[in-house]
């Protein structure tokens, strides 16, 4: 299958502070990312819906003020969550979106947020 | 937002034993996706169908989409120890996101 990294893996920060998460599909193209978050034995939820050279649109209750994101070309969105506080702390993870008539989403390894 | 109904929520089995859970949903869809979950690992993709009443198989995985399009089971025959994990089924109407189902941890006892 078609694989998607996402840096970093990890991340431990401070309240207050901004934090950038990239996500790459390394063998395909992706005009449609996705961005999920994921709380402990729980299913995943989509934050928002990352297109390629346009704006994201965001699921109802997500702040787009407070994650930002960026998909600036067919491999490459990024999450940037903004004054992190605790609460951020999740396990993000993003997915990359194959053309044609299947559509299938494949998921990068996901990255742990941990806010003090 | 919306999810899947997915059961059981849980299960206990021994190695070698057969594993078969199922998904079903309110709604249509026309397709339907069997993803495993490690801890601290993102969703990997096991089987995606793409037609109703499609049965696929991925080694001792087995999968299909039911007639009614609002449900679908994975059997796992003979289970091994690195079956262990969080499967997850996600269903999708045409260009529409992927809702998924609440999963089903699946445990191996020794």
């Known amino acids: 299958g078609a694989v998607v990294s996402q840096h970093p893996s990890w991340v431990i920060c401070k309240s207050g502070t901004s934090v950038k998460i990239e996500c790459r599909s390394l063998?395909?193209?992706?005009?449609?990312m996705f961005w999920y978050r994921q709380f402990p034995k729980q299913s995943l939820m989509l934050m928002a819906t990352s297109n390629e050279g346009s704006k994201a649109t965001y699921e109802q209750g997500v702040e787009k003020d407070k994650f930002l994101i960026n998909h600036a070309s067919l491999t490459l969105s990024t999450l940037t969550v903004t004054s992190a506080h605790p609460e951020d702390s999740s396990f993000y993870i993003c997915s990359a979106q194959t053309s044609g008539e299947r559509n299938e989403q494949f998921f990068g390894p996901g990255t742990r947020l941990t806010v003090l | 937002g919306q999810q899947l109904n997915q059961s059981p929520q849980s299960m206990f089995i021994q190695e070698g034993e057969d594993v078969s859970m199922n998904c079903t949903s309110s709604s249509i869809f026309n397709t339907w996706l069997w993803y495993k979950q490690d801890p601290g690992e993102g969703p990997v993709l096991l089987i995606a169908l793409y037609k109703a009443g499609e049965l696929t198989s991925n080694g001792r995985l087995t999968a299909q989409f039911g007639i009614t399009r609002k449900d679908s089971f994975l059997n796992i025959s003979a289970s091994i120890p690195s079956d262990v994990g969080i499967y997850f089924c996600?269903?999708?109407?045409?260009?529409?996101?992927?809702?998924f189902g609440t999963g089903t941890r699946l445990t191996i006892i020794p």
């Open positions: 063998d395909f193209q992706a005009t449609t």
């Open positions: 996600a269903g999708r109407l045409g260009n529409e996101k992927l809702t």
